[in-house]
């Protein structure tokens, strides 16, 4: 068994979601769980729906209503299933429109509110999907709440993986016994009272990840609208690779320091049972894509990724007291999260003083902290965060690629800051905002 995840460019219309059809035919050997996303943009339509509808009137809510089910009835109809589901399209955004309601009779969008009208995107999606794959495949819809148990922490609920496995086990995995594939919604659960729950950022990949978990599938694929991960930034490097296996701590520091095509701490219910997760191309299916694993590839050596952050804020704290150091530091760090809402990407100290480096302008720093701590000596700085990253970058076959990245800073930046040790795979350094670029472009020569 594996799972498919599609994402939202995936299933954004007809198009697209002839290309999921297409794909599942090409596994007709495999049992099949599908965990979709919603239609690109439908779940910040929704967000928006959800508080707007506590100020606008009826007949402006039912407009967008209205068009967020004409877009699925149009969807169905170009894929030729309109008359197999949109009685069931038009019953869910009935159901949108009498919470919207609810919104407007209280005057306040809740928490709670807000994760219910966020779900319909999923619902809606998917019930398309199962209408295109029964024509030619035995497939079957399933609601997740039904499976994915989480705590009542609404828009970043956290999931019960226990209770979440033994529910797939007795519910889930006894549908396979009749349907090759079973059509499923990323992102959304349900707490102990049944309410719907929306599980954050990544949460379809999440999804994909803890059903696979608890189902214990052979691998998992993320199907997105990109070929993989690649080498580089395509924008900046138009000669960008894809990399064909990764592990998942050099996918992490990619992430970390920018890349867009997955969020891989979602991915850890699956990888911590060793279960590979392959990102491809719903669009070029045959492309071979990224495979991450715990591993990774052990042959390669030096970095095989650069990325960079446009602009961070690099801030010196000098003067620090020796005796209760870390108790000073954490106090300031807290309170510049509680202030911006933003915690640091790299921390350094030497002696007294600490480098901490935010992923902000330097305009969201200003005006404070010179007022709250007047004692120390504070300096502010803009720069770019450029990285390098590889599986083995601490070894001895590694040392003429940091060297490499070294020499190519220094080359175009007089006064780089580099930092080390922040994890074996990576080499960070901030840089002049204006040589980023050209930096990146030379280092990118380099990648093994």
């Excluded at 707007?52 to 149009?74: P, Q, W, Y």
């Excluded at 306040?108 to 999606?125: H, K, N, V, W, Y």
């Excluded at 030096?302 to 150091?325: A, E, M, W």
């Excluded at 100290?349 to 969201?364: H, I, P």
């Amino acid at each position: 068994m594996i799972v498919m995840k599609f994402g939202g460019t995936s299933v954004q219309d007809a198009h697209a979601m002839s290309h999921v059809k297409s794909i599942a035919s090409q596994y007709d050997n495999e049992k099949i769980l599908i965990v979709s996303s919603a239609c690109s943009g439908m779940t910040s339509d929704l967000l928006k729906l959800a508080t707007d509808s506590v100020h606008m009137s009826d007949e402006e809510r039912n407009s967008r209503i209205d068009a967020m089910r004409d877009r699925h009835c149009g969807i169905a109809r170009e894929l030729g299933v309109e008359d197999a589901v949109r009685d069931t399209l038009i019953a869910l955004c009935d159901s949108l429109r009498s919470i919207c309601e609810g919104i407007a009779l209280l005057g306040e969008c809740t928490p709670r509110s807000s994760d219910s009208i966020a779900s319909f995107g999923e619902l809606l999606s998917t019930v398309i999907l199962d209408g295109l794959l029964q024509t030619g495949h035995s497939s079957l819809w399933f609601d997740a709440r039904r499976v994915i148990s989480t705590d009542s922490t609404f828009q970043q609920a956290q999931v019960d993986q226990a209770e979440t496995e033994s529910k797939a086990m007795k519910v889930l995995l006894p549908l396979f016994d009749d349907h090759r594939i079973v059509i499923t919604q990323g992102f959304i659960g349900a707490d102990t009272h049944g309410t719907t729950t929306t599980l954050g950022r990544g949460g379809s990949d999440f999804s994909a990840a803890i059903f696979g978990s608890a189902l214990d599938v052979r691998e998992i694929i993320i199907w997105t609208d990109v070929s993989g991960i690649a080498s580089a930034d395509p924008r900046i490097i138009p000669d960008a690779r894809y990399i064909h296996e990764m592990s998942f701590d050099e996918a992490r520091m990619l992430s970390f320091f920018g890349a867009k095509v997955l969020h891989p701490d979602t991915l850890i219910p699956a990888l911590s049972k060793h279960i590979p997760v392959h990102v491809r191309n719903t669009f070029k299916s045959s492309d071979r894509g990224t495979t991450i694993t715990h591993k990774g590839d052990e042959k390669a050596i030096g970095f095989r990724s650069v990325i960079g952050k446009r602009t961070v804020t690099c801030i010196h704290l000098h003067g620090l007291p020796g005796t209760n150091y870390h108790e000073s530091k954490r106090e300031i760090l807290d309170h510049i999260s509680h202030l911006t809402r933003l915690d640091p990407l790299i921390q350094s100290r030497v002696g007294d003083s600490e480098t901490v480096v935010y992923d902000a302008s330097v305009k969201y720093f200003s005006g404070f902290l010179e007022q709250d701590y007047p004692t120390l000596t504070i300096t502010m700085k803009e720069y770019a965060l450029l990285s390098a990253i590889g599986p083995n970058l601490q070894t001895e076959h590694s040392k003429q690629s940091v060297k490499t990245f070294y020499e190519i800073l220094i080359k175009h930046d007089p006064d780089p800051v580099f930092f080390t040790g922040i994890q074996p795979n990576t080499l960070s350094a901030l840089v002049q905002q204006e040589h980023a670029d050209i930096i990146i472009a030379e280092l990118h020569k380099h990648c093994t």
